[in-house]
């Protein structure tokens, strides 16, 4: 079953990945502000607008969501491997993952439209959020699993929590990647002519890797919360004398 899902998580994350890459390097127009034909634009700064707004779901997606889901699901592919080098895998999956998710809202942010024309969406808000928790989070994981001064009382009190914020921070980028595809087919239909954009072929495609997402959030979450029988031996033998 273990690796039934994890095969069917990284099929989907592929098919993900696929499809934010052919959107941004196909549909170049969506990509640049509504001013572009403006002559106020020069071609360097189009070109800088393409470049951070594509790097912006690119790094998002690929680098942010799809690394967190390959994060939460090495631990339990790597069976064979020592507890601390499971763990450390863990912690660099989920840096990294912060780490573009960081970069990602940055390229946003530097933009021509600037700051604040970028901080008024709900997809902006619940961005912000998001990475805030999955910060936190990281701190807290790191504190609590990787340092040896805490107790193994500590640690059993705190991993409840710490598997529910890792779920609902996750569960949280993928509704935020949501909400971001729908802001951005709203505009496009706004700007290009209502109807007749609605039966071309990027919302078709915008709403296939919006359904690849919400999949691969499923997917992921099912095998983060699907007992491991290898490990679960281990937990109970582990148990056992502190109930002597």
């Keep these: 079953m273990a690796a039934l899902l994890v095969g069917a998580a990284r099929i989907t994350?592929?098919?993900?990945?696929?499809?934010?890459?052919?959107?941004?390097?196909?549909?170049?127009?969506?990509?640049?502000?509504a001013a572009a034909t403006s002559s106020a634009f020069s071609s360097y700064t189009l070109q800088l607008d393409y470049i951070y707004s594509v790097l912006?779901?690119?790094?998002?997606?690929?680098?942010?969501?799809l690394l967190t889901g390959e994060g939460k699901r090495r631990p339990t592919t790597m069976e064979s491997w020592s507890r601390g080098t499971r763990k450390a895998a863990?912690?660099?999956?989920?840096?990294a993952a912060f780490s573009f998710g960081v970069f990602g809202i940055w390229a946003k942010f530097r933009a021509s439209e600037g700051l604040l024309a970028n901080f008024l969406s709900l997809h902006s808000w619940m961005g912000l959020l998001?990475?805030?928790?999955?910060?936190?989070?990281?701190?807290?994981?790191?504190?609590?699993?990787?340092?040896?001064?805490?107790?193994?009382?500590?640690?059993?009190?705190?991993?409840?929590?710490?598997?529910?914020?890792?779920?609902?921070?996750?569960?949280?980028?993928v509704a935020t990647a949501e909400t971001g595809l729908l802001e951005k087919l709203i505009f496009l239909q706004a700007a290009r002519g209502g109807a007749a954009r609605r039966r071309s072929t990027e919302p078709v495609l915008v709403n296939a890797l919006g359904v690849a997402?919400?999949?691969?959030?499923?997917?992921?979450?099912?095998?983060?919360?699907?007992?491991k029988s290898g490990r679960a031996g281990k937990k109970i033998s582990a148990v056992a004398p502190v109930n002597r």
């Design 130 to 173: 998001c990475l805030s928790l999955f910060g936190a989070q990281w701190v807290a994981g790191f504190v609590n699993f990787w340092h040896r001064g805490e107790g193994r009382t500590t640690r059993a009190g705190v991993l409840p929590w710490h598997v529910f914020l890792g779920l609902y921070t996750y569960g949280l980028a």
């Design 90 to 95: 863990h912690l660099a999956l989920q840096a």
């Design 213 to 227: 997402l919400a999949l691969l959030g499923g997917v992921v979450v099912l095998a983060a919360v699907s007992p």
């Design 13 to 33: 994350a592929a098919s993900a990945a696929g499809l934010v890459l052919f959107w941004a390097f196909n549909f170049p127009g969506s990509f640049l502000p």
């Design 56 to 65: 912006h779901p690119l790094l998002m997606v690929i680098g942010f969501i």
